[in-house]
């Protein structure tokens, strides 16, 4: 059974600074997603990463993609805070996706 | 028009009672998924439907019944329901073969078991 871990599942920082949200996943995968959901909202997609090496960029966020470790990050660069919300990660296998618990994460000023 | 939507947006119902949530997306997508979000576990699948054949039921008790009449509309059907039900509960479609696609997520029904 796949399992998708996400850490830290909080994350409280301040404007300006950079921060590294981590997702690990327990067997082969497909692609992995980042998802972004805001409070009483539906969910976003943010990344798709297809690929090992894969790193993909949108404004302060970045996200990247080690097939071998079964590691995925995505760096916030800068935080502002409308970058506060939840991010999921996403892990496909058999066609099925299988999401982390989300990292909640506060911008303060 | 948003690509997925669901109704009702809220949802009260007491245990005995049955009604019905709807979504419908409008992307042209083959498969359609059920998700239940709680503050315990933050995002579960529940059902899959690709191509409008069920392929996928991770457990879900019986008092949960999915129906997908065609490619664009899925129906959760819900009847005697428990107060750990309380939920809200999301509906996603994709479009399976194309593997840079996400799934695109509706806006949820918050479901309340008084």
């Known amino acids: 059974e796949l399992k998708v871990e996400q850490n830290p599942l909080f994350l409280s920082m301040q404007e300006g600074k950079n921060y590294t949200i981590y997702c690990n996943y327990s067997?082969?995968?497909?692609?992995l997603y980042w998802y972004r959901q805001d409070p009483g909202k539906s969910l976003e997609s943010l990344f798709v990463?297809?690929?090992?090496?894969a790193v993909k960029q949108e404004g302060r966020l970045m996200a990247s993609l080690d097939t071998k470790a079964r590691l995925s990050t995505l760096h916030i660069t800068a935080a502002v805070h409308d970058l506060s919300a939840t991010y999921f990660c996403a892990v496909d296998n058999a066609g099925k996706s299988t999401f982390g618990d989300g990292t909640t994460l506060t911008v303060k000023p | 028009e948003t690509g997925v939507t669901q109704t009702p947006r809220h949802l009260v119902m007491g245990m005995t009672n049955k009604k019905s949530l709807k979504c419908e997306q409008h992307l042209g997508h083959n498969a359609m998924y059920w998700y239940k979000q709680s503050a315990k576990k933050p995002l579960e699948l529940m059902f899959v439907?690709?191509?409008?054949?069920?392929?996928e039921n991770n457990s879900v008790p019986s008092r949960f019944s999915p129906e997908c009449p065609n490619s664009s509309h899925l129906f959760l059907h819900l009847h005697t329901l428990q107060p750990e039900d309380s939920a809200l509960y999301l509906c996603?479609?994709?479009?399976?073969?194309?593997?840079?696609?996400?799934?695109?997520f509706g806006d949820g029904t918050r479901l309340s078991i008084l």
């Open positions: 439907y690709n191509f409008k054949e069920q392929t």
């Open positions: 996603a479609s994709s479009q399976r073969g194309h593997s840079n696609q996400p799934q695109h």
């Open positions: 990463l297809l690929s090992n090496g």
């Open positions: 067997t082969t995968s497909d692609r």
